[in-house]
């Protein structure tokens, strides 16, 4: 049987050429990937990490490597992979964002958002499937397609409301209390969504951060 492989065979970094054989249709990050997202108005997977990452290569493992997740991620997501060691700039900001929204960071750092690039979900490591009030991939994936689909303004605005809030925090150190109650509320009532149903977003394990 021919070997699957995707966009990111002819990459260079050894993180991304990790990843050439998933049957997650990656993009590296670039034009097409977003012209693709905002023709198809589909959201953003975007997916950061290094090569020598732990946790990195058990997500890639459990989710990346499996072909239901990876239907799933192709059906619902513009999927981007990122290699932290080789866009260093692109970390920065997304791992801020995943700081500022979830009070930590580390990697693989999990950010999905909207085809012109605004966040309106930050996380870690994410397993397969839902566990100890964990959501897995298996349930996170259908749930943000419908919401996508169901309440697609109000992604928008949430995303809108915690880009300006990153925004604000990123401009103005005078004041960050304000703002970053505003982020966590447009946060909030984003994730209160999963919440309810599946307990939060909390205990994670622990990863390496900046």
């Avoid at 990195?56 to 513009?78: G, K, Q, T, Y």
């Avoid at 690039?117 to 930050?122: C, E, G, N, R, S």
């Avoid at 689909?149 to 925004?167: P, Y």
């Avoid at 946060?187 to 994670?204: I, K, P």
């Amino acid at each position: 049987m021919k070997k699957h492989h995707n966009r990111l065979e002819l990459e260079k970094s050894p993180y991304l050429l990790q990843h050439a054989d998933n049957p997650v249709d990656w993009y590296a990050w670039g034009p097409e990937a977003f012209e693709k997202a905002i023709k198809e108005n589909r959201p953003i997977f975007l997916s950061i990490g290094y090569s020598t990452c732990h946790w990195c290569h058990v997500m890639a493992h459990e989710s990346f490597e499996d072909p239901e997740v990876a239907r799933l991620m192709n059906e619902v997501f513009i999927c981007i992979k990122v290699d932290r060691e080789e866009r260093p700039d692109i970390d920065n900001i997304y791992m801020r964002v995943c700081q500022m929204m979830t009070g930590s960071g580390g990697w693989p750092l999990t950010i999905l958002m909207t085809p012109d690039k605004k966040p309106f979900f930050a996380g870690t490591y994410i397993p397969r499937e839902s566990h100890h009030g964990r959501l897995g991939m298996m349930d996170l994936v259908p749930r943000i397609k419908e919401l996508w689909d169901t309440q697609h303004d109000e992604i928008l605005k949430s995303a809108d409301k915690i880009t300006a809030s990153l925004n604000q925090i990123a401009h103005d150190a005078s004041g960050p209390e304000l703002d970053k109650s505003t982020l966590k509320t447009a946060y909030d009532q984003l994730t209160g969504r999963y919440s309810e149903q599946y307990g939060g977003f909390g205990n994670a394990p622990k990863f390496p951060s900046p």
